[in-house]
């Protein structure tokens, strides 16, 4: 689909628009899933397909296709769309040719020539991690291994072509005797350096401390969060107000506070697209604005949103490389690219004195985006007790306001964990209001 990228190009240049862009993507996956302890299926999927974005007078059309067949009726669509539309004010130009970054670590090629069979392997690693410790039963669960391939070309110079793996494991397991308790862990990666054994150990060690659970009284009380529930609530409850175009349109809780203290002093927050090996590094954003490491909260003041071509043109700023598309289907929106949780660390658990730890949550994709409350249930918590894990909780829900929540951190484990895009340690927070 190359050449046809550029036939593309050429075809809405001379369709009448005065900018255009192209965007192409292929995947090749590779997933294997089991329940219980036996293999359900093993797939091999593909997909390809270009989209199409064209200005004409200020308006943007978007159209996109996976048939190469239907590239001219494609072009076609995305002019008629940006002809019928109407001007847009703050529409400014598609990026320009720019200098990109060396990235590192995107690119495997031991992921890149597995096979099938290889890959059943690590599904079956999960299976019998699992099995290391009796009184567990894998539930479901499953290994993942993909190669994508990227284009973007613009009539601004833009032309960029990067190619990336990923390799994910993931595995439910529940306990097989006396009270039930269930557990999770997974791990996603760009290259073969995830121990799938250990991931289904470790759920099932999960799953049998978690039995037993006792019933804690309502209260205020330091609240350490694993990177699997702290990253939940980062994507739900902070990351929405951070985005340029929620701010723009007053769905932000923080507007108008750039240059204000939000957080403690120790806390810094990053966005950046060029961590080695991290799951959202590349050398552009899916726009072709090159990658970047952007501050956004230093040592708890907020520095800058987060802001893709078209917001930044708005605001009348740079853009900072967040430009972001799910697919090859759908127009660029802002988006995170490694949004890294920089604190102080230390051992937290022997440092706490008395608190609950809570391993994951559900119920984050509730928070109010705007004021920043969430209500959410915990999974898989414990007490702490002078400084060690005392006893499994059998239900928990907590309560609290992401924007209170920066301003009450006091510490950070040593356990980062790449969680999608999000890199993170655990993190205790003083003061969170919790129900048994």
């Given at each position: ?332 929106g802002v988006g995170l690219r490694n949004f890294v949780i920089d604190h102080p660390q230390e051992d937290i658990i022997a440092n706490t004195t008395s608190g609950v730890f809570v391993n994951t949550i559900i119920g984050a994709h509730t928070a109010n985006s705007i004021s920043g409350d969430f209500s959410v249930e915990a999974r898989n918590a414990f007490t702490i007790k002078d400084g060690v894990l005392d006893k499994p909780v059998k239900s928990l829900m907590i309560s609290g ?36």
């Amino acid at each position: 689909m190359y050449e046809l990228a550029r036939k593309a190009l050429k075809l809405v240049e001379e369709a009448g628009a005065e900018e255009a862009e192209i965007y192409y993507a292929a995947n090749h996956s590779t997933g294997v899933n089991f329940k219980k302890d036996a293999l359900e299926n093993a797939k091999d999927r593909f997909s390809e397909g270009l989209g199409i974005r064209a200005i004409v007078n200020g308006a943007v059309g978007f159209a996109s296709t996976n048939f190469a067949g239907e590239l001219e009726n494609t072009v076609k669509i995305a002019v008629a769309e940006a002809r019928v539309r109407e001007n847009d004010p703050d529409w400014v130009a598609l990026p320009s040719n720019g200098k990109y970054p060396q990235v590192s670590g995107i690119f495997d090629k031991k992921v890149e020539a597995l096979e099938l069979e290889e890959c059943i392997g690590y599904a079956v690693e999960l299976v019998k991690g699992t099995k290391e410790i009796p009184g567990t039963l894998p539930t479901s669960g499953g290994f993942t291994r993909s190669k994508s391939r990227r284009l973007i070309l613009n009539t601004n110079g833009i032309e960029i072509e990067e190619e990336s793996t990923g390799v994910s494991g993931f595995v439910d397991v529940i306990t097989v005797n006396g009270d039930t308790s269930t557990a999770y862990d997974f791990a996603v990666s760009r290259s073969l350096d995830i121990d799938f054994f250990a991931l289904g150990k470790n759920a099932s060690e999960l799953a049998l401390k978690s039995r037993g659970g006792i019933k804690i009284e309502q209260q205020k009380t330091d609240v350490i969060f694993h990177p699997f529930a702290f990253s939940d609530i980062l994507e739900e409850a902070l990351a929405p107000s951070i985005d340029a175009d929620n701010v723009q349109k007053g769905r932000s809780g923080l507007i108008d506070k750039i240059g204000e203290e939000i957080a403690v002093p120790e806390l810094c927050i990053y966005d950046d697209g060029l961590v080695e090996a991290g799951i959202d590094t590349s050398a552009s954003d899916d726009e072709g604005v090159p990658s970047q490491h952007t501050t956004v909260i230093e040592n708890g003041v907020l520095e800058t949103y987060l802001y893709d071509n078209y917001t930044a043109g708005k605001a009348g700023v740079k853009s900072t490389g967040n430009g972001s598309r799910s697919s090859y289907t759908s127009s660029p929106g802002v988006g995170l690219r490694n949004f890294v949780i920089d604190h102080p660390q230390e051992d937290i658990i022997a440092n706490t004195t008395s608190g609950v730890f809570v391993n994951t949550i559900i119920g984050a994709h509730t928070a109010n985006s705007i004021s920043g409350d969430f209500s959410v249930e915990a999974r898989n918590a414990f007490t702490i007790k002078d400084g060690v894990l005392d006893k499994p909780v059998k239900s928990l829900m907590i309560s609290g306001n992401v924007f209170e929540l920066l301003k009450n951190i006091t510490g950070a484990g040593f356990d980062v964990r790449k969680v999608g895009g999000i890199i993170t340690p655990s993190i205790r927070v003083s003061g969170m209001s919790v129900i048994g």
